[in-house]
């Protein structure tokens, strides 16, 4: 007898051997049992997770002569042949071979045929994507109005590349990946039943490397069995699959999070030893990385996946070690790897590319928290004693220094503070100097964002009651325009200066803007790097500035 291959010859018989589509056999059966089966359906979802299976599985229920059921009998006459392709009334088509609309419209033009011997005429269009586009056109008139003996099952791997009005026409139901957990578990049963011993280290290294298709998976499994060993170990396994051992994609993360790049070098020299592919391992350790960022976002380690037991005991240790920031930027960066290895060129060596990228994400310094940073300069501003005044900076202005530990990612300084004041003429500098701080310091405590915007304008005068304020940009004057933010604004000046004030809210005066450009420039760097938050800023950072430029309104 021909020997038949796993992922033939235990393809599943009944929609309850169905691993993992529960949604889609459960909905399909309820349809039989209440006789409101649709006369076309459309199965999309990755390679080998049942599509095809479950095509056969409802031609089989539909045409059962003790059907239709949810359950085909799989002991009559029709429910063996369709098991065995050999069906008269059940046909299968590859769509790559019908691209011609030729053979489409002759198969449409049998559609009219009543079946031979069954009950229905079932038609099995696989990888129906693959349709030129006039083939498509050729099926439409049929999909839409069918006769009654007749039913279409397509199937895909790539339903967006089929027509909308194909789809409109069907019943869609999308099929998942496998979880590892499932995967595993029905590689036991297949063991058990083949009547062979495999370790479940090796079955879970099998499910991993199926990544969710149950007939790779079965193909994988067949390919160690085939080896005739009694008792397979792990490592043999790696070594036939093509697969890293996990325990040094877990070392390569040890050196990286210990900062030690040289500990890094040798295990990939290590890994390259063995013909392991970069890009391989360059996704191995996204996989990884993203179990750390599970983990350290959500404690839970049933998100994990079915790992064995140690490697989750290392992703529960390393995940302490790093912040979520550093486990996106290392995400990000192993990223930008996988997709330069994906369309590598003739002058990069891939191994040169990884290993490139894996010293320098061992080589990045800790990212300090956002909290961390604020807590410093507060404490740095409240030991000085600078008061309102350590909150000034020069106006519309900011820095930019290059800290070693963003990698070399700019870092920007806050919100510019207000400037001393400057209003256009010597009775209001007499009336409002030394008042603008004061005024914009109760701003700040009771709202910020208010705050972030006047500190950017100018006092242009107080008069009769009334505190003129300039802003260069229309929009930022709209914003602080309300009739609330006003009330806000006056009541504050009020208590700043002492008497009843409002607030009013304008442009910058034209000779303001007649200073040229070059000046404005050369006296906001000469304050910028004056001011005692960007001093300290630059101490903390251990950085230095390169540039002064306006912040955008």
């Not at 009559?76 to 042949?81: A, D, G, S």
């Not at 002759?106 to 099995?124: C, G, N, Q, T, W």
């Not at 603008?436 to 006047?454: C, G, H, I, N, Q």
Request: proline residues 6%; negative net charge.
């Amino acid at each position: 007898m021909t020997y038949q291959v796993l992922a033939r010859r235990l393809r599943p018989q009944r929609f309850a051997d169905v691993v993992g589509q529960e949604h889609v056999t459960a909905t399909l059966q309820a349809a039989l049992r209440a006789g409101r089966v649709a006369h076309a359906f459309l199965l999309t979802g990755p390679r080998g997770v049942g599509k095809t299976t479950t095509a056969r599985l409802l031609a089989k229920a539909l045409n059962c002569e003790a059907g239709p059921a949810p359950e085909p009998c799989n002991a009559c006459t029709t429910c063996h042949e369709i098991a065995e392709g050999i069906a008269f009334d059940v046909l299968e088509i590859d769509g790559a071979s019908h691209t011609q609309v030729d053979k489409m419209r002759d198969l449409m033009e049998a559609v009219a045929h009543r079946p031979m011997k069954s009950r229905f005429k079932i038609y099995i269009i696989d990888e129906v994507h693959m349709l030129s586009q006039h083939s498509f056109n050729a099926l439409l008139k049929t999909l839409e109005e069918p006769p009654a003996h007749a039913k279409f099952v397509l199937a895909t791997t790539d339903p967006h590349k089929v027509l909308p009005t194909v789809v409109s026409r069907c019943q869609r139901y999308d099929l998942r990946r496998i979880g590892m957990r499932e995967l595993t578990a029905h590689l036991e049963r297949t063991t058990a039943a083949e009547g062979v011993q495999v370790a479940s280290d090796v079955l879970a290294l099998v499910a991993r490397e199926a990544q969710g298709s149950l007939r790779d998976a079965q193909s994988l499994l067949e390919q160690l069995l085939a080896t005739g060993e009694a008792a397979l170990d792990a490592d043999t396994a790696r070594a036939l699959l093509g697969a890293a051992d996990r325990r040094l994609v877990v070392t390569i993360m040890d050196a990286v999070l210990a900062r030690d790049p040289a500990a890094c070098l040798a295990q990939l020299e290590t890994l390259h030893t063995h013909g392991y592919d970069p890009q391989r391992l360059c996704r191995d350790l996204l996989e990884h990385v993203r179990h750390l960022t599970v983990f350290r976002t959500t404690g839970a380690r049933d998100l994990l996946g079915a790992l064995p037991e140690a490697e989750v005991e290392a992703i529960v240790r390393q995940a302490e070690a790093a912040t979520p920031d550093e486990l996106q930027r290392a995400f990000q960066l192993l990223l930008e790897a996988d997709e330069a290895l994906a369309t590598p060129t003739r002058t990069i060596d891939p191994q040169l590319l990884l290993e490139m990228r894996i010293v320098r994400l061992a080589t990045l310094e800790p990212l300090l928290p956002v909290a961390e940073i604020l807590e410093r300069l507060e404490a740095l501003e409240a030991s000085s004693g600078a008061g309102a005044r350590g909150l000034q900076a020069p106006s519309g202005g900011g820095v930019r220094a290059t800290a070693p530990g963003a990698g070399g990612a700019p870092l920007q300084s806050g919100p510019a503070a207000g400037t001393p004041p400057v209003p256009t003429g010597a009775a209001g500098a007499s009336t409002i100097d030394g008042q603008w701080e004061a005024f914009l310091a109760r701003v700040r405590r009771e709202r910020v964002a208010l705050y972030m915007t006047l500190a950017a304008g100018r006092p242009l005068g107080l008069e009769s009651g009334v505190l003129r304020i300039g802003l260069e940009s229309e929009s930022m004057r709209r914003s602080v325009q309300g009739r609330e933010s006003l009330e806000l604004l006056g009541r504050l000046a009020s208590d700043a200066l002492g008497s009843p004030t409002r607030v009013e809210i304008g442009p910058l005066p034209a000779e303001r803007e007649s200073d040229t450009q070059r000046a404005r420039a050369r006296q906001r760097e000469q304050e910028t790097l004056a001011d005692p938050l960007v001093q300290a800023a630059v101490e903390i950072f251990g950085g230095e500035v390169r540039a002064v430029r306006e912040r955008p309104s």
